[in-house]
């Protein structure tokens, strides 16, 4: 069965420094792997994707994130933050070929002046 | 292109009230779901469809009817509403067919409230 972990509910970092958010999943097979972003109000809104091509996959936004299948890990990336970036984020697994979505509890990022 | 459509954006139900939420989606998916979405608990799926005239149970299925009108409208529906199905509720589409990965895309939720 699949499964997702986010290791942090709630990242706070301050404008121009760096943004990690930490993703650990469980799959049995060849995952699908997925970041999305939802800002206040709204709907989720899919920042990148990996599946099964290269292993570091860039985003919108400057965002980027890296498949480590030794560690089982997809941990989001930002070498700078902007105080547009303050939402939640949530990792997504799917088994290749697999309907389902599983999503993990989500990480509220706050972007600090 | 509208993407993903919902309506109502809110709604204040009575407990035993009935109410359906409509999606529509423009993209000619073949896919569509329908997400509850809880503080600390992501998205949790209530039903999906992967065509027209199919449907099948989510996670979270007990409370919820849907209805798949066409390949562009897929309905949820609440008979009896209670307080515990308070939530924000995402309808998403995707082009999904067996074997692909499966991106959804999603629209802007329905607020409901439950008292």
């Known amino acids: 069965a699949q499964s997702v972990t986010q290791l942090d509910s709630h990242v706070s970092v301050s404008e121009g420094t760096p943004v990690l958010l930490r993703c650990n999943y469980s799959s049995s097979y060849s995952p699908s792997l997925f970041w999305y972003v939802q800002h206040p109000n709204k709907g989720l809104q899919l920042l990148l994707k990996y599946t099964s091509a290269a292993t570091l996959v860039k985003g919108i936004n400057g965002f980027e994130a890296e498949f480590k299948k030794s560690e089982t890990s997809f941990h989001l990336t930002k070498p700078s933050a902007h105080m547009s970036d303050a939402a939640e984020y949530f990792c997504v697994v799917s088994e290749r070929g697999a309907q389902k979505l599983v999503f993990g509890q989500g990480t509220r990022l706050t972007i600090n002046p | 292109n509208a993407g993903v459509t919902q309506t109502p954006k809110f709604q204040v139900l009575k407990t035993g009230q009935s109410m359906t939420l409509q999606c529509a989606q423009d993209?000619?998916?073949?896919?569509m779901y329908w997400y509850r979405q809880d503080p600390g608990m992501g998205l949790r799926l209530i039903y999906y469809?992967?065509?027209?005239?199919?449907?099948d149970k989510g996670e979270v299925p007990n409370g919820y009817n849907v209805s798949r009108l066409n390949k562009r409208e897929f309905s949820l529906r609440l008979e009896s509403a209670a307080p515990s199905q308070t939530s924000v509720y995402f309808c998403a589409s995707s082009p999904w067919t067996s074997g692909d990965y499966n991106e959804q895309f999603f629209g802007p939720g329905t607020r409901l409230t439950v008292l």
């Open positions: 993209m000619n998916h073949n896919s």
């Open positions: 469809s992967a065509s027209e005239g199919t449907t």
